[in-house]
């Protein structure tokens, strides 16, 4: 293993610029100097110990040799059409996303609304180019380490984008697929733009389909919400124990904008989700939402920041862990409050619930205010299943096993509630009742496993 | 000895290493009400939660047989299922549990552990309708989280609704009574007399007569600290109502 798993990346762009770059468009390539720079003063990837990095290794989730697919080979022509993993199976409007390629389901582009464009986000910088160029990068410029790392390396992705005052009624789904049979990294970039008075909702869904080979997604996904604008955005990783993620979300809201984020990790390898949310115009609200489910050695590690620039801005965060066996769990939740930030609301909640005495969680509120007329609050709190409830629930005869994971679902229960979308929220639902019934199937062996076990 | 449906003999327990329950010896037979008083503290709650199988409580010493079963060999589902049941003298609240899907485990549960089919949906919510009824228990509270927000009136009225479901073979009432006002008590006492069989038997922990006068017990003891000191018919509970515990008390830390 190399001593600093940054080099390896570093020396492999050396090599390949220009590999790298003839099979990239200008909007991707423009940004790796200042990415290759910035990596170059970072020096090394962040290490468990570092500011923000409490218990999670970048360095180590970095350092296999994992082959990237630099060469723009191009995935299994029937990866969308083997793919029986429609997990929540919510919607018509689905892409695939292997590795870091979009494909659109056949049916996909005949049924996007006129005004929606779900395409990979090469292609679109190629038909597009100012469009992509002035989104692109943006957010993620000042990124650490990690989002560097993937602006220096990243060829494709997908883009969201919907024109002014079209609402996209119908959910739009992406399936983000590792199916290699050799150790791989996606590097992949998402961009999500919502014009003035759009509204979307996105399912994002991460799946590994072979569960004996290593995998690491690193993933930049950055988020611009025009004044009046609607974005439900919903994240659900179901992968294998042998799959890291490494993934930073920007979003910048604009006056009257609303972003509804839920992540839920249910079945992972490691798993760093940062969020930076930014509300830059009054009005705008966040709501920014989680859950993790842990066993074995699965880590799961949540970073968010929400920044008030502006007066009259909402946001709340509400992240939930069960930790069984040895699984390990960061939350690291910041509100910062700036000086013109008047009339902020702006709520944390971080509750945990550990299921065996191995099972660890890690949890950091942090409260920055700069402004007097502000109504904040957080709370953390980690505890176990209340003895007392699950003693009450065996005397009228109910399993401990059951009543276990009747409490566990019950303690999720409002972090799915925030999911307003129905069809998804009763889907998220039984997901979760599955994977706390002990179900650890993940989708490691895809199309069985999946559309069996929600008959 | 046929007849005998729960047989405790010297029965020790213990909560972080004190010893609460200094050596109970209690026999009640189908059809029997037992009525077990006794000062504040002396161990009555004690009592229903190791015959619940409350894991907080250590056993000691001691046996209890439940028709003809090691009860205290059996896990707290499993004495329920063989139809025990211990009315909570604080019934726990469960944010975020429906009482309709904690009513539905429960009932379930106890058909599977028979090698019974799960009820129909439209089956169970009629069972739910009829032993509602029993305890005039408001509708609008099958859709709540379990005792959440329950008056303490309701609470005690969802103890007596969730006894009429699984239909036990023993039930214990810890202190059903308290918290009632007359009305619900005269209900919630008529709810036990109806499902009351020459079958079953009822344990009614209290401290006052005005249960009992509803609740005709056939038996009476009396505990103070961790035993039972004196046993005797309905007359005693009258005699205690009149002249309090200090008599028992000084009779019993007299021979001590
Ligand atoms: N967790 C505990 N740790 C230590 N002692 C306890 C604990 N729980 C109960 N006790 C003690 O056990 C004794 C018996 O309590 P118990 O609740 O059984 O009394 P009780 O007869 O039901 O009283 P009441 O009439 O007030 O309901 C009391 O002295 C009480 O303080
Ligand atoms: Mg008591």
């Known amino acids: 293993?190399?001593?600093?798993?940054?080099?390896?990346?570093?020396?492999?762009?050396?090599?390949?610029?220009?590999?790298?770059?003839?099979?990239?468009?200008?909007?991707?390539?423009?940004?790796?100097?200042?990415?290759?720079?910035?990596?170059?003063?970072?020096?090394?990837?962040?290490?468990?110990?570092?500011?923000?990095?409490?218990?999670?290794?970048?360095?180590a989730m970095f350092a296999p040799d994992f082959g990237i697919n630099i060469m723009r080979v191009p995935a299994p022509v029937d990866v969308a059409a083997s793919l029986r993993c429609d997990v929540p199976n919510i919607s018509t409007l689905m892409g695939v996303v292997a590795g870091d390629e979009f494909r659109p389901t056949a049916t996909l582009q005949r049924n996007l609304p006129d005004g929606v464009r779900l395409m990979s986000l090469a292609e679109a910088a190629r038909r597009e180019p100012q469009l992509v160029e002035a989104y692109l990068g943006r957010l993620s410029a000042d990124g650490d380490a990690p989002v560097q790392l993937n602006t220096l390396l990243a060829q494709d992705g997908?883009?969201?984008?919907?024109?002014?005052?079209?609402?996209?009624?119908?959910?739009?789904?992406?399936?983000?697929?590792?199916?290699?049979?050799?150790?791989?990294?996606?590097?992949?970039?998402?961009?999500?733009?919502?014009?003035?008075?759009?509204?979307?909702?996105?399912?994002?869904?991460?799946?590994?389909?072979?569960s004996d080979v290593d995998y690491l997604a690193s993933e930049v996904t950055e988020i611009f919400l025009a004044p009046g604008a609607a974005l439900d955005y919903c994240h659900l990783e179901e992968s294998t124990p042998r799959t890291a993620r490494s993934a930073a979300l920007f979003a910048a809201l604009d006056a009257d904008s609303r972003l509804g984020l839920n992540g839920t990790t249910l079945t992972c390898g490691a798993t760093r989700n940062s969020y930076a949310i930014h509300l830059y115009a009054p009005g705008a609200e966040a709501r920014v939402a989680g859950m993790v489910i842990g066993s074995d050695a699965q880590h799961t590690d949540n970073d968010i920041l929400v920044c008030h620039h502006a007066p009259r801005c909402h946001s709340s965060q509400l992240f939930k862990y069960i930790l069984d066996d040895d699984a390990s769990g960061a939350f690291r939740g910041l509100i910062r409050v700036d000086h013109g930030a008047a009339f902020t609301g702006a709520y944390q909640t971080n509750r945990n619930l550990l299921a065996s005495t191995r099972a660890t969680m890690h949890t950091e509120p942090q409260l920055e205010i700069y402004c007097d007329e502000v109504k904040c609050g957080h709370g953390a709190t980690t505890g176990q299943l209340d003895p007392q409830a699950l003693f009450y629930m065996r005397t009228r005869g109910i399993p401990e096993a059951e009543a276990r994971m009747m409490l566990m679902q019950a303690f999720m229960a409002d972090v799915i509630d925030t999911v307003t979308l129905p069809t998804l929220h009763d889907r998220l639902r039984m997901l979760v009742e599955r994977r706390l019934s002990g179900d650890r199937r993940g989708c490691g062996d895809c199309a069985a496993a999946c559309t069996n076990s929600l008959q | 000895m046929d007849d005998i449906l729960l047989k405790v003999n010297d029965l020790h327990a213990a909560i972080d290493g004190k010893e609460i329950l200094k050596g109970i010896n209690l026999e009640i037979r189908p059809g029997e009400v037992h009525a077990i008083m006794g000062p504040n503290g002396s161990g009555k709650s004690t009592l229903s939660g190791v015959l619940a199988g409350?894991?907080?409580?250590?056993?000691?010493g001691g046996s209890a047989t439940f028709h003809g079963v090691d009860l205290l060999a059996l896990s707290p589902e499993d004495r329920s299922h063989e139809g025990l049941f211990l009315s909570f003298q604080y019934p726990v609240e469960i944010p975020g549990v429906s009482m309709v899907n904690f009513m539905r485990a429960a009932v379930n549960a106890k058909r599977a552990y028979l090698r019974e089919a799960p009820l129909s949906a439209s089956d169970f919510l009629k069972l739910m309708r009829q032993k509602r009824a029993i305890v005039e228990l408001d509708n609008k509270l099958a859709s709540r989280s379990v005792n959440e927000g329950f008056s303490g009136g309701e609470k005690k009225r969802n103890e007596i609704f969730q006894m009429a479901v699984l239909e036990p073979r023993l039930s214990i009432l810890d202190e059903t009574d308290s918290g009632l006002d007359i009305d619900a008590l005269r209900i919630v006492a008529g709810g036990v007399n109806k499902l009351k069989t020459s079958h079953n038997a009822t344990i009614v922990i209290t401290h006052y007569q005005r249960l009992l006068d509803y609740i005709r017990p056939d038996v009476v003891h009396i505990l103070y600290k961790g035993r039972i000191v004196y046993t005797g018919g309905p007359e005693l509970a009258l005699e205690l109502e009149e002249k309090g515990y200090d008599w028992i008390k000084q009779q019993v830390d007299n021979e001590q």
Not at chain 1, 7 to 12: A, C, G, P, V
Not at chain 1, 20 to 28: N, V
Not at chain 2, 54 to 60: E, G, K, L
């Open chain 1, 1 to 59: 293993m190399n001593s600093n798993s940054l080099t390896q990346y570093l020396d492999l762009y050396a090599h390949h610029r220009e590999a790298i770059d003839a099979r990239a468009p200008e909007a991707f390539n423009r940004l790796r100097p200042a990415a290759s720079e910035a990596l170059r003063r970072a020096a090394r990837l962040p290490r468990k110990g570092d500011e923000g990095y409490a218990r999670t290794d970048m360095a």
């Open chain 1, 158 to 210: 997908v883009l969201l984008h919907v024109a002014a005052g079209v609402q996209c009624d119908k959910p739009l789904q992406l399936i983000n697929i590792f199916n290699a049979g050799v150790p791989s990294m996606a590097v992949r970039r998402v961009l999500v733009v919502l014009e003035r008075g759009a509204s979307a909702s996105l399912l994002v869904c991460d799946h590994s389909q072979r």
């Open chain 2, 54 to 60: 409350d894991p907080r409580f250590t056993v000691t």
